[in-house]
């Protein structure tokens, strides 16, 4: 510190200019001379001089910049308002009063004037360092908070730059630290997620991709839209009598109850068994038998107090060809309303079936025709469709693996090889078994050599019941065949077997003209004549 303050404006007198107030040096630092004249020396009745003010902790302190107004009298303007330096700056001195402020001319104040009292003993000063000099520049000002200048200036870079170092030191070991509890929990996570995927296909409620709902509707002329129309017009017979069983299929004739299907299906009834007709919609009802024909292998039954009941449409199976498609309708192995469809493989198949008896009674002659359209055992009696859901066959046999051709087909099941009579021939038998009980055969009125292995139909030496082979007054008589001749075609049909040729005749009606193709005695000729009639008994 320099020397004391200047006592106030009541000790010094008038116009004498005040002294600084007592500045405090910041802590640590050598006190200078004493702050402030005791009451003793300034005189009774003389005003306490300015409180000492603190300057913050380890900042030099300075000289005050300005005298209060108060102090310097008036008139007299105020000084410059104290700046503090930067934490860490040296103050510089405080500059001189100008000479505004102690009036022109007017010399300092000595210590031994002040108040014509004899003033204390002046403390020496210690001698200025090389660090006491005022650092010259902006800042050498009057600054009542500046320090002595023995305090040199604080020094922390390096500690800052220590702690800049540990803080960043501490932030990557928190992002390191932080990196490793993030991939430690989304790997856990995920494991976790994959074993749920692994063991239950999914974390939620299994969802697959499908088809929005669509119009049941089809094209009339496909095997749904041809099924949709016939189903309701077929019907499951279930027959029993006589310790045999069966199932087979039939569909509505007319809406009288009259249902067409095959004689094998209905034979285990006999007279007194049981026949229980069930409808595409579940309803049942009994039937009865109205007619049957072995040789044809049909019959009609009836059911009553039905109704409702939709025909089902025939068509023509003279239209038919090789190649056209078609659809079957069944109860294959009591499965009701199966659905199968193929193609017509070939017509005027010639097929015998039956024959279980053992005298013939049973066995049937079809002109039929085949389609790959799968057939089992139950299909025997269910209609064969045209591409326009029209009846064109009742299905009735199959040839079975083991090289059988059997209504049922042994219970093998279909090989594609199934057959069925023509709609043709199934009406007008069936007409007259509603009509009449019974239907009529077609016959030529000769008897044929069925174990004949040549080509062709030969007509047999003499008759089966003793008679002669070719009927008195019979259509071949009036033709003109004998005993031994050999017919070979039909319509121009070839002929190959005795078989072949009833099945030939048998496709048509009584009283239809037929033109055969005869060989005798190396000659071949050829005769016409007209169909006459059998009950079938």
Request: aromatic share 2%; charged share 20%.
């Given at each position: 510190?320099?020397?004391?303050p200047?006592a106030?404006?009541a000790?010094?007198g008038?116009?004498?200019?005040?002294?600084a107030?007592?500045?405090?040096?910041?802590h640590?630092?050598?006190m200078g001379?004493?702050p402030?004249?005791?009451e003793a020396?300034?005189?009774l009745?003389?005003?306490?001089?300015a409180?000492a003010?603190t300057?913050?902790h380890g900042?030099p302190?300075g000289?005050?910049?300005?005298?209060p107004?108060?102090?310097?009298g008036?008139?007299?303007?105020?000084?410059?308002?104290?700046v503090t330096?930067a934490?860490?700056?040296?103050?510089?001195?405080?500059?001189?009063?100008?000479?505004?402020?102690a009036g022109p001319g007017?010399?300092?104040?000595?210590?031994?004037?002040?108040?014509g009292?004899v003033?204390p003993?002046?403390v020496?000063e210690p001698?200025?360092?090389?660090?006491?000099?005022?650092?010259?520049?902006p800042w050498a000002r009057y600054?009542?908070w500046?320090?002595?200048?023995?305090?040199?200036p604080?020094?922390?870079?390096?500690?800052v730059?220590e702690?800049?170092?540990?803080r960043?030191?501490r932030?990557?070991?928190a992002?390191?630290?932080?990196?490793?509890?993030?991939a430690?929990?989304?790997?856990?996570g995920?494991?976790?997620v994959g074993?749920?995927?692994?063991?239950?296909g999914g974390?939620g409620?299994v969802e697959?991709?499908?088809?929005?709902?669509?119009a049941?509707d089809?094209?009339?002329?496909s095997?749904?839209?041809?099924?949709a129309?016939a189903?309701p017009?077929?019907?499951?017979?279930?027959?029993?009598?006589?310790?045999?069983?069966?199932t087979?299929t039939g569909?509505?004739?007319d809406d009288?109850?009259?249902?067409l299907?095959?004689?094998?299906?209905?034979?285990p009834?006999?007279?007194n068994?049981?026949?229980?007709v069930?409808?595409?919609?579940?309803?049942?009802?009994?039937?009865?038998?109205?007619?049957?024909?072995s040789g044809?292998?049909?019959a009609?039954v009836?059911?009553k107090?039905?109704?409702g009941?939709?025909?089902?449409?025939?068509?023509?199976s003279d239209?038919v060809q090789?190649?056209?498609?078609v659809?079957?309708?069944?109860a294959?192995?009591d499965?009701?309303?199966t659905?199968?469809?193929?193609?017509?493989?070939?017509?005027e198949?010639p097929?015998?079936?039956?024959?279980?008896?053992?005298?013939?009674?049973d066995v049937?002659y079809?002109?039929?025709?085949?389609?790959d359209?799968?057939i089992n055992p139950?299909?025997?009696?269910?209609?064969?469709?045209d591409g326009?859901?029209?009846v064109?066959?009742?299905?009735?046999?199959?040839?079975?693996?083991?090289?059988?051709l059997d209504p049922?087909?042994?219970q093998?099941g279909?090989i594609?090889?199934g057959f069925a009579?023509p709609i043709?021939?199934?009406?007008?038998?069936a007409?007259e078994?509603?009509e009449?009980?019974?239907?009529?055969?077609p016959v030529i009125g000769?008897t044929?050599?069925?174990?004949y292995?040549?080509?062709?139909?030969?007509?047999?030496?003499?008759?089966?019941?003793?008679g002669?082979?070719?009927?008195?007054g019979?259509?071949?008589?009036?033709a003109g065949?004998?005993?031994?001749?050999?017919?070979?075609?039909v319509?121009g049909?070839?002929v190959?077997s005795?078989?072949?040729?009833?099945?030939?005749t048998r496709?048509?009606?009584?009283g239809?003209?037929?033109e055969?193709?005869?060989e005798r005695n190396?000659?071949e000729?050829t005769v016409?004549?007209?169909?006459?009639?059998?009950?079938?008994?």
């Amino acid at each position: 510190m320099g020397a004391p303050p200047a006592a106030p404006e009541a000790v010094a007198g008038p116009g004498t200019p005040p002294a600084a107030p007592a500045v405090t040096p910041a802590h640590g630092v050598p006190m200078g001379a004493s702050p402030a004249v005791p009451e003793a020396v300034a005189g009774l009745g003389s005003p306490p001089a300015a409180p000492a003010v603190t300057p913050a902790h380890g900042v030099p302190m300075g000289v005050p910049s300005a005298v209060p107004e108060a102090v310097a009298g008036p008139g007299t303007p105020p000084a410059a308002p104290a700046v503090t330096p930067a934490h860490g700056v040296p103050m510089s001195a405080s500059p001189a009063v100008p000479e505004a402020v102690a009036g022109p001319g007017t010399p300092p104040a000595a210590p031994e004037a002040v108040a014509g009292r004899v003033a204390p003993p002046a403390v020496p000063e210690p001698a200025p360092g090389p660090q006491d000099t005022p650092a010259a520049g902006p800042w050498a000002r009057y600054d009542p908070w500046a320090a002595p200048a023995a305090v040199a200036p604080l020094q922390q870079a390096d500690p800052v730059e220590e702690d800049v170092k540990r803080r960043r030191g501490r932030r990557r070991r928190a992002l390191v630290g932080g990196a490793l509890v993030i991939a430690l929990v989304s790997g856990v996570g995920g494991g976790v997620v994959g074993v749920q995927l692994e063991r239950n296909g999914g974390i939620g409620a299994v969802e697959l991709p499908q088809a929005g709902v669509e119009a049941p509707d089809r094209d009339p002329d496909s095997v749904a839209g041809i099924a949709a129309q016939a189903l309701p017009s077929v019907v499951t017979l279930h027959v029993s009598g006589g310790g045999k069983a069966g199932t087979g299929t039939g569909f509505v004739l007319d809406d009288r109850g009259h249902i067409l299907t095959n004689d094998h299906v209905v034979e285990p009834a006999g007279k007194n068994g049981d026949i229980t007709v069930t409808f595409h919609s579940g309803d049942t009802a009994e039937a009865t038998v109205v007619g049957r024909d072995s040789g044809y292998d049909l019959a009609v039954v009836r059911v009553k107090g039905v109704r409702g009941l939709t025909p089902l449409p025939l068509g023509n199976s003279d239209n038919v060809q090789v190649g056209d498609p078609v659809v079957a309708i069944g109860a294959p192995f009591d499965l009701a309303g199966t659905v199968t469809s193929g193609i017509i493989s070939a017509r005027e198949r010639p097929i015998t079936a039956g024959g279980e008896n053992g005298d013939g009674s049973d066995v049937s002659y079809v002109d039929a025709l085949q389609t790959d359209a799968p057939i089992n055992p139950g299909n025997s009696g269910g209609p064969l469709l045209d591409g326009k859901g029209r009846v064109v066959g009742i299905n009735s046999a199959i040839r079975s693996a083991d090289g059988g051709l059997d209504p049922e087909g042994g219970q093998s099941g279909s090989i594609g090889l199934g057959f069925a009579i023509p709609i043709n021939q199934g009406k007008r038998v069936a007409e007259e078994l509603i009509e009449h009980g019974k239907a009529t055969h077609p016959v030529i009125g000769i008897t044929l050599d069925m174990e004949y292995g040549g080509d062709g139909a030969r007509v047999a030496a003499e008759g089966s019941d003793g008679g002669p082979p070719v009927s008195t007054g019979g259509p071949g008589a009036r033709a003109g065949i004998r005993p031994g001749d050999v017919i070979t075609k039909v319509d121009g049909r070839p002929v190959h077997s005795g078989e072949e040729l009833i099945v030939k005749t048998r496709a048509h009606r009584p009283g239809d003209r037929l033109e055969l193709t005869l060989e005798r005695n190396g000659e071949e000729r050829t005769v016409s004549l007209v169909l006459g009639s059998s009950d079938g008994d």
